[in-house]
């Protein structure tokens, strides 16, 4: 068993910057040997996290800083996103499946997020978000109407 790796980072609000963090962690996972289906699984859920808080939360501000904090074990990915913008509170966000918001942009990360993660978290007044994905959990399931 390999000892756990971690990554500790702050960044400005530039995208760029923060697909560069979301490599370096997935790289820590191909380092322990997570799955295909689980390296999915994170880097969809490290793009919408790191992604809004560069702009939702920071608005893009170069002068504010996004810490990204990553624990990588053998069995355990742990991930906090922390912006320095206002906050939000997440159940203000409409659900992207309700009928009246179909076709309305915004909540399909959050709501992936939640379908892909085994643990999310919301605190500091919605300015950090904390993930966790166990290795080869179940990813959600699709099913086909038109069969």
Same mark, same amino acid.
């Given at each position: 068993?390999?000892?756990?790796? /971690?990554?500790?980072?702050?960044?400005?609000?530039?995208?760029?910057?923060?697909?560069?963090? /979301?490599?370096?962690?997935?790289?820590?996972?191909?380092?322990?040997? &997570?799955?295909?289906?689980?390296?999915?699984?994170?880097?969809?859920?490290?793009?919408?996290?790191?992604?809004?808080?560069?702009?939702?939360?920071?608005?893009?501000?170069?002068?504010?800083?996004?810490?990204?904090?990553?624990?990588?074990?053998?069995?355990?990915?742990?991930?906090?996103?922390?912006? +320095?913008? +206002?906050?939000?509170?997440?159940?203000?966000?409409?659900?992207?499946?309700?009928?009246?918001?179909?076709?309305?942009?915004?909540?399909?990360?959050?709501?992936?997020?939640?379908? &892909?993660?085994?643990?999310?978290?919301?605190?500091?007044?919605?300015?950090?978000?904390?993930? +966790?994905?166990?290795?080869?959990?179940?990813?959600?399931?699709?099913?086909?109407?038109?069969?």
């Amino acid at each position: 068993m390999a000892e756990a790796s /971690q990554l500790s980072v702050s960044i400005p609000s530039d995208t760029s910057q923060g697909l560069a963090v /979301q490599e370096r962690i997935i790289s820590l996972m191909e380092h322990h040997s &997570y799955s295909m289906k689980d390296i999915f699984a994170m880097r969809l859920s490290l793009e919408e996290a790191i992604t809004n808080a560069i702009r939702h939360g920071n608005g893009g501000d170069l002068e504010k800083q996004v810490s990204v904090i990553a624990n990588v074990s053998d069995q355990r990915l742990h991930v906090v996103v922390q912006d +320095e913008g +206002e906050g939000f509170d997440p159940g203000d966000v409409p659900d992207p499946t309700d009928e009246d918001h179909i076709d309305q942009p915004g909540g399909r990360g959050l709501m992936l997020m939640r379908a &892909y993660l085994d643990f999310v978290e919301y605190s500091d007044g919605g300015r950090r978000i904390t993930m +966790e994905r166990e290795r080869n959990s179940e990813l959600p399931i699709i099913e086909d109407d038109d069969e």
